[in-house]
């Protein structure tokens, strides 16, 4: 799950609340909304107090509301109750405040703003740029990924275009592109590069020139399906493997050209701190 955590203000109370890729949604602190709207000295013990005397909301929160790492006052990371704009509006309905109405608003406004980075990808763009910034990824490297991204976007669309639409079949072809390119699985790659957790995102961990052999993958697969159009799974797998076979010849070309592979096992793991840029 890739995660980007932002603090909003409401009537200048902070709001905690992070983004989460996967679900593509906001999440937020429910005891600082607890806080904006009852101006509370003790948010979190005025929300134990709400879950004793509403058992239905206590209920709710408990099944819905997941505990979400946010950061402190103090700068420390730590889980706390978090949810959707769907179950903050759950929960403002059981604290009687007159700020109830102008904290809906501000919702819709934080949904909108959303909105307006999908009808705008330009706007997404910029903000995943400043994430990957953040995180100290070289400026080269970023364009690179940006690119990587539409690339896979023009992929999928032209898998929806056949009728491929469902998860794991996107999960089979992109294998059958990658094993053809690389000689490994996208679940085998991982694992050579030290990844171990499921929302560890492969390509956020590649260097430039697996950056460029994955794209150059995609695309000719793209390119072959949108020629060929072909109706089967089956069909489609072929297509996959063959696009990723000329990535994969010119993967063993440019190795044969620098003398070396370019199959890395280097990371961007926190602890590593070292941007995976290849000088080359």
């Known amino acids: 799950m890739t995660k980007k955590t932002s603090i909003k203000l409401f009537q200048d109370k902070k709001i905690r609340s992070v983004w989460n890729e996967t679900e593509e949604q906001w999440y937020f602190s429910i005891v600082d909304v607890v806080g904006a709207l009852t101006d509370s000295v003790n948010a979190t013990d005025y929300l134990k107090k709400m879950r004793k005397r509403d ?12 505990q979400v790492e946010m950061q402190t006052e103090t700068w420390k990371k730590r889980k706390t109750l978090a949810g959707t704009v769907k179950d903050i509006l759950r929960i403002v309905q059981s604290i009687p405040s007159p700020k109830a109405e102008p904290f809906k608003l501000w919702l819709s406004q934080v949904g909108y703003e959303r909105l307006q980075e999908i009808e705008n990808p330009e706007l997404a763009q910029e903000r995943m740029k400043f994430l990957y910034e953040q995180k ?6 970023i364009d690179k990924r940006l690119r990587g991204i539409a690339i896979r976007q023009n ?5 929806n275009a056949r009728g491929i639409s469902e998860e794991r079949d996107y999960a089979i072809l992109t294998a059958e592109i990658s094993k053809a390119t690389f ?26 020139l697996e950056l460029i052999f994955t794209m150059l993958g995609e695309r000719v697969t793209t390119e072959i399906s949108q020629k060929e159009q072909p109706e089967s ?14 990535a994969g010849v010119a993967r063993k070309q440019t190795e044969k050209e620098l ?22």
Not at 233 to 246: I, M, T, Y
Request: aromatic share 8%; proline share 6%; net charge neutral.
């Open 55 to 66: 058992a239905e909301l206590s209920n709710y929160i408990g099944t819905n509301c997941p």
């Open 183 to 208: 000689g490994m699985t996208p679940s085998e790659y991982k694992e050579h590069k030290g990844l171990k957790k499921k929302n560890q995102n492969l390509r956020d961990h590649m260097t430039d």
């Open 136 to 141: 100290g990824y070289p400026q080269d490297w």
């Open 155 to 159: 992929l999928t669309d032209e898998w």
């Open 259 to 280: 003398g070396r592979t370019i199959i890395s096992e280097d990371n961007f793991l926190p602890e590593n701190k070292i941007p995976i840029i290849d000088n080359n």
């Open 233 to 246: 799974f089956q069909a489609n797998k072929k297509v996959a493997k063959r696009g990723g076979n000329v």
